[in-house]
Nanobody, 118 residues
Framework: QVQVVESGGGLVQAGGSLRLSCAASGTIFSINAMGWYRQPPGQQREEVAT???????NYADSVKGRFTISRDNAKNTVYLQMNSLKPEDTAVYYC????????????WGQGTQVTVSS
């Protein structure tokens, strides 16, 4: 079994920064893509940023230039550095990991709340 756990959320003023972390553990042979998604209040979940095992990244237009995704393959961990935060970044942030273990499956974390006050 694989567990994915996010951390680092919280309350921050507009213009501030937060760094989210997400660690995968369990029966893991390798992790392919990892990603961050968010679900604002009353809205659907949306993709924020993804990173391939080799480091290729992709960002939503709304966060380009402000957020940076990175990963440490040795630690099975992905990070999201969020700068210049805006109130519209308020959401529950979820991490996922495309894991190759005994099979291949995408696992999701439980989410971490990010609240940006104006």
């Amino acid at each position: 079994q694989v567990q994915v756990v996010e951390s680092g959320g919280g309350l921050v003023q507009a213009g501030g920064s937060l760094r989210l972390s997400c660690a995968a553990s369990g029966t893991i042979f390798s992790i392919n893509a990892m990603g961050w998604y968010r679900q604002p209040p009353g809205q659907q979940r949306e993709e924020v940023a993804t990173i391939a095992r080799g480091g290729t990244t992709n960002y939503a237009d709304s966060v380009k230039g402000r957020f940076t995704i990175s990963r440490d393959n040795a630690k099975n961990t992905v990070y999201l550095q969020m700068n210049s935060l805006k109130p519209e970044d308020t959401a529950v942030y979820y991490c996922n990991a495309d894991v190759s273990g005994w099979g291949r499956r995408t696992y999701w974390g439980q989410g971490t709340q990010v609240t940006v006050s104006s």
